[in-house]
Each structure stands twice: as structure tokens, then as C-alpha cells.
């Protein structure tokens, strides 16, 4: 079982002492039946960076792939493990990933790395609380998507189960992040205000920090992307992201450059 493999473990190895392997796998749930929408962002943000990096990986769709992931704070996807080290979520993978000598930042100075590293923390936050509330407090998508998407791979009563399950845990983040017990319109606002403060950051620049690609840029990516790319019958995120045009050119250009050579990758 790859949950054998503990963080404690993966801390007591030296990672940056071998090169990138061949053979590291990539592990998400079912992308057109089961994937959720934080988790979709977060496999696809992943995907990105190890594109942007030109670091080869292969992808496997797992029913159970959340169950394979060694922990997380937010969706415990996408897993990724190369050799015998397993990390899970954007975060935990870029720090393994940039401690095994890979980098998009490598050659940014010190107070713009910083400054990277607290805008990622808060796309992450806002933007993962965001697709979590409207995936599990909505109502109208909890019912139609959420639980039809999260219970499609077990047999009845366990897709009820596991729907009370994840819905408990949901709502534990949403409560410890402060989210739960806002309105919608409260939600969005942070969306809104997070989105105009990407928008001023990006400009007219192709990425972030100018012509090449950061990992703020896949995670970014990775969000936008998913919100406006997954049917959901209360489209209010996709709605309020729609607002930034320079955010919308962003994505179409991330997809084009970057997806038309990923298709060629094993999957």
C-alpha cells in the first residue's frame, strides 16, 4: 500500500541525492465520473508544474486514490510518487519537487520568491474553500454533482456512506478555515477579491513574473482552469473569474502552450 510509506520516512532520506526518475506516477480519481472540483484544480495544477518543468511522469486514474494519499490540509490529491517517496496537494509536491534540485523560480531573487509563497498559500486557500463550499454547503451542486460524482464508484449503501464521510470532513475544513458558516455572496466576495488582485499582478505579462512560467502560474492555472471547465448548475465561480480578461487569456494560453505537448505524455 503506498500509505505505508510515512512522512517521517520521506524525512529521513535524502531526496536531492538522485535524479528524476522515468517512472514517477501521478494517482487522481476518474476525471469524467469521479473527480470533484478542489480535486480536479489540485491534480491539474500538479500536472502543470511537472509539465512547466519538463519532468516526466505518467498519470493513473484510481477509484481509491484519495485512500492511497499520505495526508494533506485541503484535498489530499493528487498523489505523486516517484520512487519510494509519496507526496500529496500542490504544496507538499512543489517542496519535494524543488528539494530534489527543480525549480521555475530558481532564478527569481529572495523577496520576489517570497512574495510567491504567500500568494500561493492564498490561492490555495481561497480558491480550494471556495470550490469546497460551493461543492458541498450549494445546495442544488452538493445533490446533482457532489454526490453523484463522489458515490459513482461504490456499490449502494457504501456511496452513501462515503458521501456522509467526505461531507463531514468538508464541512470540518470549511469550519476550521472560517468558510462555513459564511453566506455565498461572502464567498464570493473573497473569490472577487483575490481574482482583481491576480488580475493587477498579471498585467499584460504572457506569465507572473514575465515571459517564463512560475509555479504560482500552474496553480493558478490549475483553478481557473477546473472552475471554468466543470458543469456545475450554480456557476457563480466561473461567472465571477469570467470578469478578468487578462486572467481568461492567461488560461488559453497555459492550455495551448503546454496541454497540446502533454497529450503526448503517457497516460
Request: hydrophobic share 40%.
Amino acid at each position: 500500500m503506498l500509505s505505508t510509506f510515512s512522512s517521517e520516512y520521506m524525512k529521513n532520506k535524502d531526496i536531492g541525492s538522485q535524479p528524476w526518475p522515468d517512472a514517477a506516477v501521478l494517482y487522481q480519481p476518474y476525471e469524467e465520473e469521479q473527480i470533484l472540483l478542489a480535486e480536479n484544480a489540485s491534480c491539474l495544477a500538479v500536472r502543470t508544474y511537472l509539465i512547466m518543468l519538463n519532468l516526466p511522469f505518467k498519470v493513473e486514474q484510481r477509484a481509491n486514490a484519495e485512500f492511497m494519499s499520505p495526508g494533506g490540509k485541503r484535498t489530499k490529491l493528487p498523489v505523486l510518487q516517484v520512487e519510494n517517496f509519496i507526496n500529496a496537494e500542490f504544496e507538499q509536491i512543489l517542496h519535494f519537487v524543488e528539494q530534489k534540485g527543480y525549480s521555475l523560480s530558481k532564478n527569481i531573487d529572495e523577496n520576489t520568491k517570497k512574495d510567491i509563497r504567500t500568494y500561493v498559500c492564498l490561492v490555495e486557500n481561497i480558491f480550494t474553500n471556495a470550490e469546497q463550499y460551493i461543492s458541498w454547503v450549494d445546495t442544488e451542486v452538493r445533490k446533482e454533482v457532489t454526490f453523484v460524482r463522489n458515490g459513482c464508484v461504490y456499490p449502494f449503501p457504501l456511496n452513501h456512506i462515503q458521501n456522509f464521510r467526505k461531507l463531514m470532513s468538508a464541512r470540518r475544513q470549511l469550519g476550521v478555515n472560517e468558510y462555513l458558516n459564511l453566506s455565498l455572496e461572502n464567498v464570493i466576495k473573497k473569490v472577487e477579491k483575490l481574482c482583481k488582485t491576480l488580475s493587477n499582478l498579471l498585467g499584460d505579462q504572457k506569465y507572473f513574473c514575465g515571459a517564463k512560467p512560475i509555479e504560482l502560474d500552474a496553480l493558478v492555472f490549475g483553478h481557473l482552469f477546473s472552475i471554468f471547465t466543470m458543469t456545475l448548475p450554480n456557476d457563480v465561480l466561473a461567472v465571477t473569474i469570467n470578469k478578468y480578461e487578462n486572467l481568461i487569456r492567461f488560461c488559453k494560453n497555459i492550455n495551448a502552450e503546454y496541454f497540446n505537448k502533454a497529450r503526448k505524455r503517457p497516460t
